[in-house]
Antibody
Framework: EEQLLESGGDFVQPGGSLTLSCAAS????????MSWVRQAPGKGLEWVSL????????YFADSVKGRFSMSRDNARNTLYLQMNGLRVDDTAVYFC????????????WGQGTTVTVSS | QSVLTQPPSASGTPGQRVTISCSGT????????VNWYYHLPGTAPKLLIH???QRPSGVPDRFSASKSGTSASLAISGLQSQDEGDYYC???????????FGPGTKVSV
């Protein structure tokens, strides 16, 4: 069974940093682009970032550009989201997702990890 | 403010058909495939439709979707109580170089 498991969510003060991890299993991780998506309290889904299979290309939402970075370790089947300069409006549940259906469809999702940014 | 537009809510009685619209622009829906997701807060989102109208395995054929120009729609036929939740359209946006979700439509049965 294809699975994704996020970890690393925590309570952090504004301006702080945090790294989220996403462990993949049940599929050939290195073959698929991966994304992070978040949902702030009471809000809809917001795409955060995308990384290509070979890590050459990364894309970010304007709301996190310059503050967040994304990486992957294909040998460890793990995806990362490095978040710096955290703001209160970064508070959200963060999901990792596999882009494995058609050109852009995200067909496998984790259960999410919660990031709370507050003073 | 999302670049994709969806109605905030839709409702129907069991067995009815409900349609959700999604409007975009030439840089997103007009030039890239549309995907539809279902989400119940507190759970993992689920892909319902990819590539405008393709259902992943396991998604009932009660769910169908189409795209025309810069608009798309999702139809749920034979509405069931377990269909309640939030439905999102999404597409890659060439101008933003990013993936965009619609604001979501809450379906009530």
């Amino acid at each position: 069974e294809e699975q994704l498991l996020e970890s690393g969510g925590d309570f952090v003060q504004p301006g702080g940093s945090l790294t989220l991890s996403c462990a993949a299993s049940g599929f050939t991780f290195s073959r698929f682009p991966m994304s992070w998506v978040r949902q702030a309290p009471g809000k809809g889904l917001e795409w955060v970032s995308l990384i290509s299979t070979n890590t050459v290309s990364t894309y970010f939402a304007d709301s996190v550009k310059g503050r967040f970075s994304m990486s992957r370790d294909n040998a460890r089947n793990t995806l990362y989201l490095q978040m710096n300069g955290l703001r209160v409006d970064d508070t959200a549940v963060y999901f990792c997702a596999k882009r494995g259906a058609g050109p852009y469809g995200m067909d496998v999702w984790g259960q999410g990890t919660t990031v709370t940014v507050s003073s | 403010q999302s670049v994709l537009t969806q109605p905030p809510s839709a409702s129907g009685t069991p067995g009815q058909r409900v349609t959700i619209s999604c409007s975009g622009t030439s840089s997103n829906i007009g030039s890239n495939p549309v995907n539809w997701y279902y989400h119940l807060p507190g759970t993992a989102p689920k892909l319902l439709i990819h590539s405008n109208s393709q259902r992943p395995s396991g998604v009932p054929d009660r769910f169908s979707a189409s795209k025309s120009g810069t608009s798309a729609s999702l139809a749920i036929s034979g509405l069931q109580s377990q269909d309640e939740g939030d439905y999102y359209c999404a597409a890659w946006d060439d101008s933003l170089s990013g993936y965009v979700f619609g604001p979501g439509t809450k379906v009530s049965v």
